[in-house]
């Protein structure tokens, strides 16, 4: 295998490369970096041959205008500058000398040095031999060391910029969203100047989500060239695509929103997420393939895991929670075949409703008069794994806590303060709030026997103060996030057995940051199952089924008030982490003794749905049905989720061709004992004979023969 990490020190060319694409850098010799090339695969003399074509030169321009991967604000470009600062004495423009290159099969780190002042950037790259998804990360250090030097002021710092090359159009697919209606897919064309996508609450959001991709505007869900890149971070970030006139187009992605800065004083330094890449040439499906393969295999902390079918007691009860409540839910839920049972919000101090107890995380005592051991207990009699909700980043102004700690919350002494659901946002950048944080929480999971946390976060920043801070006061909003990162990494060290879930008003945390120290993720509040096509749909573009928690809940809907049959909603949910969240205590023997059944027949398909390859089929927007179809890592077996919501009269159902298949085998439906070819399955497709009436759904399971 060749080195992923090539140097050709002659032409100062890196060629960075994974199984079928390869990352080429290049330093000028005014020592710019440039992003040379992105896409299939180079050999080192290859990728040389790229100098022969020099940059067009223009009246007005600089020629590397929108052509660098390390973009420092100065000179003559004028576009979106990934790196910018201000000296003590005002200065703006960023001069580099690159000073130093260290290397490693799969790691390259490259180093500038401003030429003037004490500054150094390096630039890290991380490759992955099997995925081809290419890491990148800043590190900005003061090197100064007297006081005199003064502090530098970091206004930008994006992780990376990734060039994209010439393409004859420009299509951007991303996904926007609100509460109840996240992960929207879009694809519009790419206009001229700057797209930014971002999140400036403190937390990824709803409203956008840290990823986008690329193509020229003619690759399908399975054909043509796509350029996708995302950010490893779960507070404010920004994605800026820029398409300049002269058709260069970049993406550069970081963390941070204008106008918050960082101040680093001298010696200090500033550390950047990373930010990912990935070039592919299957379509849109080839793209989700590739970063749910980097996702599983290393992004998530473990791996090979296959994710319980969890039941959540949210949607049955919201805040009133009992021990004897609790346990009439388990038992239904373990007779369904239930794994993990999660007692939702309510449990703790005075949280009998949204306005009160949050940040008391003892035991509600007339609740809870023997702790929460008892129930504990009898959900592990069951069988079944115990979870707990925590939305340990926030408190309600009634609190024990706020009484002691009313300094605690972001705040700005001469300012009204926002109490969005009643809450306000603990500052976690503070070291004695992190630090009660991880005491508290440690000593909830030693002192019960949690297996599970669903970790919620309900509300974004306002009136971001800390007034008595020591330094910067706006380093928390970064700092924020490193403390989460810090107190879940620990949790986990001490409890190796926990697993965590990321929720934030459904799914407003959902990145790959937190993806690298969760288990899985709370897709959306809305349940509904007909929404959640649509929801799902565009989760998968970046994130795998075995993070995306999806609950069946009852019908009608509470949020939506639609009915839908049983069937249809566990068809809907199968497609990531089956759970169950509706009201067991109201569900009739036989809708019971059919989800038990259908729990039974995901276990039975799970590896394939959670650790499997994934084709969407068809999607929600192509017309009446969707499909996904999820293949195992060895090819043996498949499962197929087909959901149509209306027939019209005297259509038939279309075909729905496979994905992957090996054309000479046979395939036999474990069902039915139905026996397919391959090659039929590939061109013609799969029989539906799904039930006449609207909302009809199905789930296949074929086993390969041979
Ligand atoms: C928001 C979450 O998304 C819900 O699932 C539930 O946990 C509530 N918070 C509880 O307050």
Redesign the pocket.
Known sequence: MPPHIAHDPDHRLWVLSGPTSSYVLHLDDEDRLRGLHWGRRLTPEQAASLLERPLPRRQFEDPTDGALALDAAGGMRYGHAAVQVRFADGVRDLELNWTAESRTDDTLVLTFADRHYPLTVEAHFKVYADTGVLERHLVLRHTGTEAADGPVTVVRADSATWTVPRLNGYRLSQVHGQWGAETQLSRTELPYGETVLSSRRGTTSHHANPWVMLDDGTATEEHGRVHSCALAWSGSWQLTVQRLPTERVTVSAGFGHAPITWQLPPGAELRTPVSAAAYTEGGFGGASRAWHRYLLDHVLPHPGELRPVLYNS?EATEFDVSVEGQSALAERAAGLGVELFVM??GWFGSRTH?AAGLGDWTPNAERFPDGLGPLIDRVHELGMRFGL?VEPEMVNPDSDLYRAHPDWVLHHPTRRRTEHRNQLVLNLARPDVAAWMYDRLDELLTKNDIDFL?W?F?RPFTEAGWPDAESDPEALWTEHVHNLYAVIDRLRTAHPHLRIES?S??GARLDPGILARTDQV?TS?NTDALDRLDIQHGFSQLYPARVMGAWVTDSPNPYTGRSLPLDFRFHVAMAGVLAIGGDLARWSAAELARAAELVAAYKRVRPLVQHGRQYRLSSPGDGELSAVQYLAPDGTEAAVLVTRRARRFGHADPALPLRALAPDARYRDADTGALHHGAVLLSHGLPLRLAPQDNASALFHLVRED
């Open positions: 949210w939702d919000d949204d909700w669903k919620d309900n929720c008003s459904g709370w509040d």
